[in-house]
């Protein structure tokens, strides 16, 4: 089995109640979230538990995460509980114009991760590993994350990097550091992760889709995916990867969607599931087309239910919804 190890964020999704607006919802319900949470989760789910390095505060709401970890077969060993407050995304109501989220609580508790506490004895047993943008936000957890990426890259292991661009949470003044960062970590990154409006918000590139991906690979990586929300996922590749230079594309799958939260999460986390392999065995990688189809499937199921990582299908579920639409 393939050693997994995801570094970034865990926080606490509330999701919104009936309402137009945050100002008019009767209530919030509150749920697991933090995107490189919900991948940890995602692989678990998808019988590839990783190791996940991530910060913990020591709340109630820091008690419900670990706790939810822990049920979900994520191992604590690199989990660090800290004084303060979890940080709280709430997220606005569907079909409100404008930001999804909104952030409150101690961004230093979630978000800044200390350089000097890389987890390098892990990096070192790990063959993929893959890193969250958001915590680029807070100058520690900017540090830290780059440091990851960097000791990864030196350790031949396959790292892979979703940009998540948030620009309400850059303070005013960071922007510039923010953005170099993430031309950093590409740098050192073999599987980029972007959505065409976190790309465009950095100012890296303004194209979509297929070009987009191909204007990623200039920055380091191998293999550059966009995600496209209802309309799927593109791919590009370069002759560096295991599955060879190459362009793929998979529309997606239409189903009912009760709450997209997280459905990119689902995605990352079935693609990294189904391309890890090729860390593993570089003589039989897998096709880029299949994965992208079978992450496809992951995000799709994890739309008919509440909750970024409440709702996220397991294997088996993968696998028959995949069935059922062959």
Known sequence: ??????????????????????????????????????????????????????????????DFLRE????????????????????????????????????????????????????????????????????????????????????????????????????????????????????????????????????AATGISSREGADLARDLLEFGPHTAVVTLGSAGAVAASMDAAPWGETTARHEGFSVEAVDATGAGDAFTSGLINRLAAGAVDADDPPDLADALAFANATAALSVRDRGGMTALPDREAVEAFLAERE
Not at 114 to 130: G, I, K, N, Q, R
């Open 1 to 62: 089995m393939t050693d997994i190890l995801v570094a970034g964020e865990t926080l606490v999704d509330l999701l919104p109640g009936a309402g137009e607006t945050l100002r008019d919802v009767d209530g919030f319900t509150h749920r697991p979230g933090g995107a490189p949470a919900n991948v940890a989760v995602g692989l678990s789910r998808l019988g590839t538990p990783p190791a996940f390095w991530t910060r913990l505060g020591d709340d109630p709401f820091g």
């Open 68 to 199: 939810t970890l822990d049920d979900e077969g994520v191992p604590d060993a690199l989990s660090r509980r800290v004084g303060g407050n979890t940080t709280l995304a709430v997220v606005s109501p569907p079909g409100v114009d404008g930001r999804r989220f909104r952030f409150y609580g101690s961004r230093d508790v979630t978000f800044g991760f200390e350089p000097d506490a890389v987890p390098t004895d892990a990096l070192a047993a790990a063959s993929w590993v893959h890193l969250g943008g958001v915590a680029l936000t807070h100058p520690r957890g900017r540090t830290a994350i780059r440091e990851v990426a960097a000791v990864a890259d030196e350790r031949g292991c396959t790292v892979s990097f979703d940009v998540n661009y948030r620009p309400d949470l850059v303070p005013e003044g960071d922007r510039d550091a923010v953005v170099e960062a993430i031309r950093d970590i590409l740098g050192d990154t073999d599987v980029a992760f972007a959505s065409d409006e976190d790309v």
